[in-house]
T-cell receptor, first 110, second 113 residues
Framework: TQLLEQSPQFLSIQEGENLTVYCNSS?????LQWYRQEPGEGPVLLVT?????EVKKLKRLTFQFGDARKDSSLHITAAQPGDTGLYLC??????????FGTGTRLKVLA | NAGVTQTPKFQVLKTGQSMTLQCAQD?????MSWYRQDPGMGLRLIHY???????DQGEVPNGYNVSRSTTEDFPLRLLSAAPSQTSVYFC????????????FGQGTRLTVV
């Protein structure tokens, strides 16, 4: 069974701090996606990384795909309360299964 | 644009009852899937479909059935509800199973008593 393990599971930080969330697997993925989910809503896509070593930036968010395409990271610079939410990585596993990571719940305090 | 529509939004069932969660999408997506999300957790794949007439099991399929008679609809059936099936259920659709964005419904909060 392919797994996507995220760390940390919970993160509570002050506004203005930086943070990094990790998504790790023992399997190779053709691509990984990062989603953010707010309470009572479905996840919404933030970014897709496809190429090993790829780095994508979305304003204060920086996403990286590992060289071996087994892991990814999300770095947030100068976090704001509006960044609060559940962050999920996801990827297309074997046999057409699109699976999600275990999730990182972020709370940014004003 | 409707996107992915799930009904109902909330449901309470008694142990042993059966029910169907409805999911419809209007984006002509081939890939559809059902997930469950337990408190504070990620999403676990229940069943998925790569196109009309084709379904397969995900990570946690026990106690659930699906069918895909049309491209648009992908209902999830609970055969005999158990308290362990209390969860929030999300339906998703995407153009393909990889390298594309998954669009989600708003979820169904199910409680089994």
């Amino acid at each position: 069974t392919q797994l996507l393990e995220q760390s940390p599971q919970f993160l509570s930080i002050q506004e203005g701090e930086n943070l990094t969330v990790y998504c790790n697997s023992s399997s190779v993925f053709s691509s990984l996606q990062w989603y953010r989910q707010e309470p009572g809503e479905g996840p919404v896509l933030l970014v897709t990384v496809v190429t090993g070593g790829e780095v994508k930036k979305l304003k204060r968010l920086t996403f990286q795909f590992g060289d071996a395409r087994k892991d990814s990271s999300l770095h947030i610079t100068a976090a704001q309360p509006g960044d609060t939410g559940l962050y999920l990585c996801a990827g297309a596993g074997r046999t057409y299964k699109y699976i999600f990571g275990t999730g990182t719940r972020l709370k940014v305090l004003a | 644009n409707a996107g992915v529509t799930q009904t109902p939004k909330f449901q309470v069932l008694k142990t042993g009852q059966s029910m169907t969660l409805q999911c419809a999408q209007d984006m002509n997506h081939e890939y559809m899937s059902w997930y469950r999300q337990d408190p504070g957790m990620g999403l676990r794949l229940i069943h998925y479909s790569v196109g009309a007439g084709i379904t397969d099991q995900g990570e946690v399929p026990n106690g659930y059935n699906v069918s895909r008679s049309t491209t648009e609809d992908f209902p999830l059936r609970l055969l005999s509800a158990a308290p362990s099936q209390t969860s929030v259920y999300f339906c998703a659709s995407s153009y393909s199973w990889e390298n594309t964005e998954a669009f989600f419904g708003q979820g169904t909060r199910l409680t089994v008593v």
